[in-house]
């Protein structure tokens, strides 16, 4: 592979944690229309826990991608702005990996069955309610650190596309072929 493109796996695991993310953010969200204890409140909540099994399954694989294949060299000629964009994807897949992990744990010190497509995940720790407490602050933590990081990621994308005018953002949309 040429390390002047994505791998096509790598493109297509980025676009779909970004719809994955969307989409718990949409659920966990919508779970604040219903009254606590409704059906609808705790159905948006299992579904919310589907889609972060999804994203911590993708980027897990996505991390494997990255190591076999590696990424592009960045095409933007100034270190400094390579090395804030390197920092900025370690710690974007530290928390796309983390928050779905602490949301497991919320449910598992609630004593909540966890599932995912038709399987229930064995209880692995006991049910406490102030661990239970702890796990959901952190979840939440870092779940708005998420909206802050990935609007951050994105506008640093716009930014390197339309004022730096390279080839980063192309290159993740498989649009164009980078330039040599």
Same mark, same amino acid.
């Given at each position: 592979m040429s390390s002047k493109h994505y791998h096509p796996a790598s493109i297509f695991l980025h676009w779909l944690v970004f719809f994955l993310v969307i989409a718990a953010? /949409?659920?966990? *969200?919508?779970?604040?229309?219903?009254?606590?204890?409704?059906?609808?409140?705790?159905?948006?909540?299992?579904?919310?826990?589907?889609?972060?099994?999804?994203i911590f399954i993708a980027m897990a694989i996505r991390l494997v991608i990255r190591f076999k294949y590696g990424v592009p &060299?960045? &095409?933007?000629?100034?270190?400094?702005?390579?090395?804030?964009?390197?920092?900025?994807?370690?710690?974007?897949?530290?928390?796309?990996?983390?928050?779905?992990?602490?949301?497991?744990?919320?449910?598992?010190?609630?004593g909540k069955e966890i599932h995912f497509f038709g399987l229930?995940?064995?209880?692995?720790? &006991?049910?406490?309610?102030?661990?239970?407490?702890?796990? *959901?602050? /952190?979840? *939440?933590?870092?779940?708005?650190?998420?909206?802050?990081? /990935?609007?951050?990621?994105?506008v640093a994308g716009l930014w390197q596309h339309y004022v730096i005018k390279d080839d980063t953002l192309r290159r993740m949309l498989n649009k164009v072929k980078a330039h040599a």
């Open positions: 953010f /949409i659920t966990i *969200e919508l779970k604040g229309q219903f009254p606590k204890g409704s059906e609808a409140r705790e159905l948006c909540k299992s579904i919310h826990g589907v889609f972060g099994q999804l &060299t960045p &095409t933007n000629p100034m270190p400094i702005f390579a090395n804030l964009a390197k920092m900025m994807h370690w710690i974007l897949y530290a928390l796309l990996l983390i928050s779905p992990i602490f949301g497991f744990l919320y449910f598992q010190y609630g229930v995940w064995p209880q692995f720790v &006991t049910p406490n309610p102030e661990t239970k407490k702890l796990m *959901e602050g /952190i979840h *939440e933590f870092l779940g708005n650190s998420l909206y802050f990081l /990935i609007g951050l990621h994105a």
